[in-house]
């Protein structure tokens, strides 16, 4: 009888940011001309329309 072998799945590589990678990443972005806003604390940056139509209440 053959031996069963499983496919494994590889595991995503996990989300890794050094401060100097950050900085590095933040000089570019201001290098080609991005700007970086100041939000007052309490502001959401989310924008609400209109509720999409769904099933009546009841």
């Known amino acids: 009888m053959s ?3 499983t496919t ?3 595991k995503a590589d996990a989300a890794v940011a050094t401060s100097s990678s950050i900085d590095s990443q933040i000089e ?3 290098a080609s001309g991005g ?3 100041k ?3 309490g ?3 989310q924008v609400y329309g209109a509720p ?3 099933k ?3």
Do not use: D, H, V, Y
């Open 43 to 45: 502001k959401s940056g």
């Open 28 to 30: 570019s972005f201001l």
């Open 8 to 10: 494994s799945k590889r």
């Open 39 to 41: 939000i007052p604390n």
């Open 3 to 5: 031996a069963k072998t």
């Open 56 to 58: 009546p209440a009841k």
């Open 52 to 54: 999409r139509p769904g």
């Open 35 to 37: 700007e970086i806003q």
